[in-house]
């Protein structure tokens, strides 16, 4: 393994509640009750050790016996973090970058990189993905995506240990909102490119935001059952949407296949 961290240092933003969509989706992740070993990596975790807290405190409603590891390229940003975090138990932080280097040749479960690939090219994203994914578990994911300042639109890519994607997930607060089609400018990396007519992510997001716009009919019953609306509509059109139960979260979920670039 390289002693050097491989990748370049995160902007640093954070802020608290920012990741509290993603958090909450990988607390209920199949994967994290099936593991014998709950350890999640929050690679890039920024200018303060706030992410990778709540993440423990989140995951610990579910898996009471969950660990986070803290990875950051900037030495400054892991003493911080230390510092922050001291007498909290199941959370530590190392430097390290996309080779994530874990303690005792142990391998995580999850693997979060938000906000990370953002700096980088979309040629980038496949390297990126493969270094982490090595790392994982045989049954593990990574998590890689991103979302706004405040945590109310948020996007991310399911990618199995063989760094092969599954899934794509889109998660909204749903007051308030005005157009799905927002999300469009929070996509990962590897699709924000690729929203132009002709690409499949392009007709999702438009095929998202015509249903909702549809469904306005029924809101005055509020906006989840106008969102289930929408979701049942995706499906009749033949979009392969999963995960349906968290439809109610304002989060859709759909096959990797039906958005991947052309």
């Known amino acids: 393994m390289s002693s050097s961290p491989v990748g370049r240092p995160t902007r640093g933003t954070t802020g608290t ?6 958090d909450r989706w990988i607390a209920r992740h199949p994967v994290l009750r099936r593991t014998d070993d709950p350890l999640v990596v929050d690679l890039g975790f920024g200018a303060s050790a706030v992410t990778p807290l709540e993440l423990l405190a989140r995951l610990r409603s579910q898996r009471p016996d969950a660990e986070v590891l803290g990875l950051e390229i900037d030495p400054d940003r892991v003493a911080r973090a230390r510092e922050q975090s001291v007498g ?3 959370v530590s932080f190392a430097r ?8 005792g040749a142990r391998r995580p479960a999850v693997i979060r990189a938000l906000n990370v690939l953002r700096q980088y090219d979309e040629s980038d994203v496949a390297e990126a993905w493969a270094l982490m994914c090595a790392r994982l578990q045989p049954d593990g994911i990574l998590v890689e995506g991103t979302c706004d300042e405040i945590g109310r639109v948020a996007t991310w890519i399911e990618v199995g240990a063989d760094a092969v994607p599954r899934t794509l997930t889109i998660s909204l607060r749903l007051a ?3 157009s799905p089609a927002i999300a469009a400018e929070r996509l990962p990396k590897a ?3 690729r929203n132009v007519p002709g690409e499949r992510v392009h007709e999702f997001v438009a095929s998202l935001d015509r ?4 469904a306005a009919a ?3 019953f509020g906006p989840v059952h106008r969102w289930r609306t929408a979701m049942h509509a995706l499906v009749d059109g033949g979009w392969p949407l999963v995960r ?12 990797w296949a039906a958005v991947a670039p052309r």
Request: a negative charge; aromatic letters at 8%.
């Open 244 to 255: 349906r139960e968290r439809w109610r979260l304002g989060e859709v979920e759909v096959a």
């Open 191 to 193: 699709l924000i490119h």
């Open 218 to 220: 029924v809101a005055p």
């Open 17 to 22: 509640n920012r990741l509290r969509r993603i």
């Open 176 to 178: 308030e909102l005005d």
């Open 211 to 214: 249903e909702w716009t549809r």
């Open 96 to 103: 390290g970058g996309f080779e994530v280097p874990v303690p």
């Open 88 to 90: 909290v138990e199941g």
